[in-house]
């Protein structure tokens, strides 16, 4: 029987969610235009070509190797790409994902990806063309609320303050904005004002953002509530000490 | 004149669940500017910037919505933060009511209403430096720390209030 990966132990909702990430297999609730996703990158100009760092891979005339024999380089290895970023924050109010299950669904689930994991932001590093299909996948499906998380490639203040009053997450850079029932992005990731409104759709509402989350919380769904999450953490956590401890050194 | 060194003050925070729009910020402000008996009172929240501090768009104005100027009391002021708390003063226990009750009629959210020590007594270094030797303690902890003086931060609303 062919070995299917578990992901994340637990049986609560979050947990379950917190599978759904890491398998990629997540449900897609908006669309959002190349041309869309490329003005709010704020790397090249939409419709641009994409620079390029050096000459296509088939141009290049690399040497023999069985390791590049064997790895299919990524597209955008392959016609020679920048390395460029996308910065994720998520509010720590039921925002549907965190900066540690982002980086799971970038690293699990897509090749040639650079994730960092903060506190507070996720960036992704990545050649260009490769970047833009893991941003686009993680902003078109669950793992994005346009209200309770965003592209920020500057200033990430917000994801641990309350949300304001009208639910999309505090941002001192405006990047956002609740426009009728829509949430509108007006500036690109870094704060540049852009050409035209970006529709990110419509947001999560309390309940569902609470049932889509893969945040643990006392007034949702409780960490203590998950005993095979706190029998693994508890498990992983011990044999990392043990393993740790070295007398003899 | 009434100040902190009056066994009957308390000093009061007012915490909503969720930060303040500047609209719901200035009807609060203003109903509590209504009551007597405030003494000191200030905004506390996430600092909203002119321009973009750092990053690639460093410089870019912001135009934050919540940067706006909202009059209190019939004075315009500039707000600089994101309204999430308000810390106040406020002579007796009965104002403390009055305060509560006013909250709970404006605020659209739920929210903390706490007593506690939330206003400096002492004078640091800086503020020593600031002010020099003869400050008023009633302005004490009352403006920005970073902030410059000569931007006149505090707003007297009722000054005779304070002849009284």
Known sequence: MAYEPQYYPGATSVAENRRKHMSGKVEKLRDISDEDLTL??????????????????????????????????????????????VQFVDSMYNAPSTPY??????????????????SGRQVVEARERDMEELAKFQIETEMTCP??????????????????EDGVMFDMLERVRKEGDNIIMHKDQVGRPIDKKVNLGKP?????????????????????????VIEWVQRVFDQRTIYGFKPEN | MVNSSDTNCVQLEIFPSRLLKPETAQKLLNAIADI?????????????????????????????????????????????????????????????????????????????????????????????????????????????????????????????????
């Open chain 1, 40 to 85: 709010i990158l704020g790397h090249r100009a939409p419709g641009s070509d994409y620079p390029s760092t050096h000459p296509p891979l088939a141009e290049m005339g690399e040497p023999e190797d069985s390791v590049r024999e064997l790895v299919e380089p990524t597209p955008g290895a392959k016609a020679g790409d920048r390395v460029r970023y």
């Open chain 1, 101 to 118: 299950f982002r980086s799971y669904a970038a690293a699990i689930n897509f090749r040639g990806v650079d994730p960092g994991t903060l």
């Open chain 1, 147 to 164: 209200a309770l998380a965003g592209l920020r490639g500057a200033t990430v203040h917000g994801h641990s303050l309350r949300l304001p």
């Open chain 1, 204 to 228: 999560m509402s309390e309940e569902e953002a609470a049932k889509r989350t893969t945040i643990y919380r006392v007034d949702n769904v409780a960490f203590r509530d998950d005993d095979e």
């Open chain 2, 36 to 164: 007597n008996g405030v003494t000191r009172l200030f905004i506390h929240g996430p600092r909203l910037p002119d321009t973009v501090p750092y990053g690639p768009a460093k410089g870019e104005p912001v135009h934050h919505p919540g940067k706006t100027v909202i009059e209190v009391a019939g004075q315009a002021m500039e707000l600089a933060v994101y309204v999430g708390g308000i810390r106040m003063e406020v002579i007796d226990v009965d104002v403390k009511e009055q305060v509560r009750e006013v909250c709970e009629n404006i605020l659209p959210v739920s929210f903390e209403f706490r007593e506690g020590q939330f206003i400096p007594t002492k004078q640091t270094v800086t503020d020593y430096a600031k002010r020099g030797p003869g400050a008023d303690p009633l302005m004490l902890g009352m403006t920005d720390p970073k902030g410059k003086l000569k931007h006149n931060p505090v707003c007297i609303l009722k000054p005779d209030f304070l002849d009284e």
